[in-house]
């Protein structure tokens, strides 16, 4: 069986890689405050699936949540 690649942050044009997804939703809150739109993208593989996932994350209510997502 393939290893799924890590998934990667993208905030402000800037991407980078985390060790897991669990880091990402962990740290969700500071990345979307650091943010200067407000906007967090993550582009991951999903368990059993084919292909890349993309999230699209922001604040409701001062709360993180997923604005959009679907395949690439």
Known sequence: ???SWKPQITVDGKTTIARNY???K???QSL???SE???VSVLRSRRGEW????EKWGLLNNKPVI????WM
């Open 32 to 34: 979307l405050d650091d």
């Open 37 to 39: 739109n407000g906007i």
């Open 26 to 28: 962990r740290t969700m």
């Open 22 to 24: 669990k880091e990402i």
């Open 1 to 3: 069986m393939a290893k």
């Open 67 to 70: 604005l959009k997502q679907g």
């Open 51 to 54: 292909g890349e996932w993309f």
